[in-house]
T-cell receptor, first 110, second 114 residues
Framework: RKEVEQDPGPFNVPEGATVAFNCTYS??????FFWYRQDCRKEPKLLMS???SGNEDGRFTAQLNRASQYISLLIRDSKLSDSATYLC???????????FGSGTRLSIRP | GAVVSQHPSWVICKSGTSVKIECRSL??????MFWYRQFPKQSLMLMAT?????????EQGVEKDKFLINHASLTLSTLTVTSAHPEDSSFYIC??????????FGQGTRLTVV
């Protein structure tokens, strides 16, 4: 089993829809969690951190479920510009233990 | 947010030559940096973990003699692709980790070996 797993997608949804995807992790000792966004032919960029209490930033909501060992990202009122690959990142407690998921591709259609 | 500078952003080289890529953390010290490779429409593949002042840790299948990593200071790591061949053509990305364990990426280097 991979340490961090994501549904690769693609998720193809209409503009304005709400879309959510999860990321599961295997190391129960993981301490830090993040969502990154990567546009085509660009480097990944930090989208948001995921806190135990959840985290909301505008249309984006990230949640952590430690019991089931997954994090989620919810995008409301999706825009065409949200089309990208979303990567989850899990950290096992040190700078050298950062694990990236393989990414979920999201495509928003008009 | 933190800035990581990577250059060159693109390079074309002849087969058999070596290419050096630099990765700098501009506003924080990074004891650990990572080097990734990404082929078109594929996910990031971790090549190696670079630790300041010590040898890099390479992922399985990555040739350490071909991909030389030097992390000479807390703000600079370099990746040298030695004796490059066309199959080494790819998008190489570095990242540096801050104290909060957030990873910040360089802009990437698109390497084309002809």
């Amino acid at each position: 089993r991979k340490e961090v797993e994501q549904d690769p997608g693609p998720f193809n949804v209409p503009e304005g829809a709400t879309v959510a995807f999860n990321c599961t992790y295997s190391n129960s000792a993981s301490q830090s969690f993040f969502w990154y966004r990567q546009d085509c032919r660009k480097e990944p960029k930090l989208l948001m951190s995921v806190y135990s209490s959840g985290n909301e930033d505008g249309r984006f909501t990230a949640q952590l479920n430690r019991a089931s060992q997954y994090i989620s990202l919810l995008i409301r009122d999706s825009k065409l510009s949200d089309s990208a690959t979303y990567l989850c990142v899990v950290n096992g407690g040190s700078a050298s233990k950062i694990i990236f998921g393989s990414g979920t591709r999201l495509s928003i259609r008009p | 947010g933190a800035v990581v500078s990577q250059h060159p952003s693109w390079v074309i080289c002849k087969s058999g030559t070596s290419v050096k890529i630099e990765c700098r953390s501009l506003d924080f010290q990074a004891t650990t940096m990572f080097w990734y490779r990404q082929f078109p429409k594929q996910s990031l593949m971790l090549m190696a973990t670079s630790n300041e002042g010590s040898k890099a840790t390479y992922e399985q299948g990555v040739e350490k003699d071909k991909f030389l990593i030097n992390h000479a200071s807390l703000t600079l790591s370099t990746l040298t692709v030695t004796s490059a061949h066309p199959e080494d053509s790819s998008f190489y990305i570095c990242s540096a980790v801050d104290r909060g364990f957030k990873a910040f990426f360089g802009q990437g280097t698109r390497l084309t070996v002809v």
